[in-house]
């Protein structure tokens, strides 16, 4: 029997999906071929492809004037490519700490330049973030950018900074089509997909066309964004399994109601635990309400004793990845978009039974 899934990435895939990879694994659609074996140049793969970036752009609403493709390093590669790429010598970059990502791609943009923090959460340990409609970019900078939704802390943002002409660049790796979103409000958007999106190994970006025209020049190939948008990640080999995956959970994600679809999914999964949580005294999450994440519920029960208890306990019941990162301690449920409801139901039923032996 599967397990329940709450690991906080690589993350749940929905069924069908393994099944669909698994039924067309040796031989894809009766070609005599597997896609993980066929050449990334033409042929089946490139068609497939095609279809993915073509999907994906459809359920994300992305306009004519963005490109859109994949490539390998993880999200990690992308917090020092961007300042690579578009932090321009004497100017400046407007970047937010908020939890562990943000303040990883803060750091490394120090390395390329100057930075202006427009929020720093150390202070509220990470629970809270700035009113978006209070955030206004600085007079040189090159680009503002955020972390949609902190993996680890469990904080997300719920709306975005106008920054008028200066771009916006989000780290969306954890919350990507979990929702609805204006991809026109933002000038690049970018993640792993091994949260919502597939199994490891692949990162989408979507970036509009015009930033190529303020990137510095003379970066070495694999981290110059114009070749990859001249080649549509297809300057070298690409992580090709992961974009088939990703491109069978994307046609799941579109039968199963789009971006809206996701969101109410999300909705009723986030709302049912956060309800279990308020709704007691023996459970309690430590993140500002207006900002709480529908993709990685934290939590914290009295003690380290009964929160290491929880984690044997519910690993028992069959339900696995419920510890906090270790960074951060406590417990983490990350429900993402291929999660069922019935795992929530399961570990609420889980919450309120350990709660009535415990509290
Ligand atoms: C997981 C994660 C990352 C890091 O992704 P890698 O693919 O491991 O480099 C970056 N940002 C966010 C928000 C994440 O959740």
Redesign the pocket.
């Known amino acids: 029997m599967r397990k329940m899934n709450f690991f906080?990435?690589p993350s749940t895939m929905p069924v069908e999906v393994l099944e669909e990879l698994r039924d067309q694994l040796v031989d894809y659609e009766g070609q005599g071929l597997s896609m993980i074996e066929a050449s990334h140049r033409g042929g089946m793969f490139e068609e497939m492809y095609d279809e993915c970036l073509a999907t994906f752009r459809e359920l994300m609403g992305v306009p004519e004037n963005y490109d859109v493709y994949f490539l390998g390093?993880?999200?990690?590669?992308?917090?020092a490519m961007i300042p690579m790429n578009f932090l321009l010598p004497g100017k400046s970059a407007d970047y937010s700490k908020t939890g562990?990502?943000?303040n990883?791609?803060t750091s490394d943009a120090k390395k390329f330049g100057s930075v202006n923090l427009f929020f720093d959460g150390t202070e509220s340990n990470f629970t809270t973030l700035p009113d978006p409609k209070s955030v206004k970019p600085s007079p040189d900078s090159c680009y503002m950018y955020l972390?949609?939704?902190?993996?680890?802390g469990g904080i997300e943002w719920q709306d975005f900074p106008d920054t008028g002409d200066v771009p916006l660049i989000a780290?969306?790796?954890?919350d990507i089509l979990s929702r609805p979103v204006d991809v026109s409000k933002f000038a690049m958007i970018y993640?792993?997909v091994?949260?919502n999106l597939g199994p490891?190994g692949a990162?989408f970006i979507i970036m509009r066309k015009d930033m190529l025209e303020r990137r510095n020049e003379n970066l070495p190939a694999y981290l110059d964004y114009g070749l990859h948008a001249k080649e549509k990640g297809l300057y070298n080999t690409p992580p090709v399994f992961s974009i088939w995956a990703v491109k069978c959970n994307l046609d799941w994600i579109k039968r199963n109601g789009g971006a809206q679809g996701m969101l109410d999914r999300a909705c009723k999964k986030a709302g049912m635990l956060y309800d279990t949580i308020d709704s007691s005294d023996f459970f309690r999450s430590p993140v500002d309400k207006r900002y709480r994440s529908r993709m990685n519920v934290v939590f914290r029960l009295p003690s380290e004793d009964l929160e290491k208890k929880f984690v044997k306990e519910s690993q028992e019941a069959g339900m696995l990845g419920l510890k906090g990162h270790r960074s951060v301690g406590g417990l983490r449920a990350s429900i993402y978009n291929a999660l069922p409801m019935e795992a929530v139901e399961n570990l609420c039923s889980f919450m309120k039974e350990f709660e009535r032996k415990n509290g």
């Open positions: 906080a990435g390093g993880g999200a990690t590669l992308q917090f562990t990502w943000s990883k791609a972390c949609s939704n902190e993996t680890i780290d969306m790796s954890s993640g792993g091994q949260k490891a990162t």
